[in-house]
């Protein structure tokens, strides 16, 4: 049988191969593949490269970002003060790299109904970073501290009766209380009456409340600061609480004039110690009925005796008419 003409040309070719090697064609062939598997391998390289790099930078920057929380956490609660705005960082870390990383930081309310801790997030970027590293926690109050209370937002303070008059329909009720001691811009208080909400002032603090009827009740105050947070209430204060109205303290004979056969005495004293209104001083000599009248601002009295000696105390007259009882006695000799 004669051989095929296909065979006839594979033997043909594997003697011109033996004879001449690989073809110019098989050589290109195999230098393309050559190329394209170091191409493949270059890219590998420098990829693998980058990639320790930014998790070299990744790496560092979660341990900048570690440090400032761990700074921040260690101020007390009240002095991490919720953000307006980012604050910031710009500074090197030889001890880890020569780059030079910003340093973002922020406070918010971690539940802005309840304000009942804080969210604290740091944020690190730098040249190496596609994407900043964040550092999220959050930080509670100290134990049976709110966090709306202390020094951060405080309540008004020295709530009182000033007065409780009339009956049923016709009953007024009014209130005052004293500023907190705070920087910050308050909106306007918030009176509340057993626990609820009755009304509000804004700029005077000072509310009159009508409540209809006699029954005895407890208020307080909330001061509403700006961002709509609520300090903690005040001290609270019931109706039908006796006020205390204090007498004026440690008067004294400050010494004597005399001009002729008259000798006057100098008398002294110091204001009660209360936060009500004072708006006179009456001083009695021997009889009740033998008063003068001091004004707040003159803590003292001069008063002709001759030679006769007698004995006096000092009371103070409130606002709305309230007197105290009396103050110390004092003896001329």
Known sequence: ?????????????ERLKKEN???????????????????????????AVNTVGINKSKTEALAIANEKLEILKSFDYSDIL???GNEGWTDSYPELSDDVYDILYSVIWANEEVNGYKQLKVSVSGEDLKVPVEVVTQIYPPAGEEATGGNIYPPPESLKIDSDTG????????????????????????????GIVIGSALSEYYYQ??????????????????GGIESVHSNSISTGMPLEYPPPQNLVIAGYSYEGDDRT????WEPPVTELVVDEYLIYRDDMDDIYVASTQDLFFDNIIGTDNYTFYVTALYELGSESGPSNLQTTE
Not at 173 to 189: F, G, N, V
């Open 21 to 47: 090697g690989m073809t110019l064609v098989e050589v290109i062939v195999a230098f393309f593949i050559i190329a394209v598997i170091s191409t493949v391998l270059v890219r590998g390289t420098i990829t």
């Open 1 to 13: 049988m004669f051989p095929s003409t296909y065979n006839i040309y594979k033997r043909f070719h």
């Open 82 to 84: 919720i953000s307006e």
């Open 209 to 226: 409340d009508n409540p209809g009827d006699n029954d005895a009740y407890t208020y307080s105050v909330t001061a509403l600061y700006e």
């Open 265 to 268: 005495v100098h008398l002294e």
């Open 167 to 194: 009956e049923f329909a016709e009953r007024e009720i009014l209130l005052s209380w004293l500023s907190p001691e705070t920087e910050r811009t308050i909106i306007r208080y918030n009176v509340y009456r057993d």
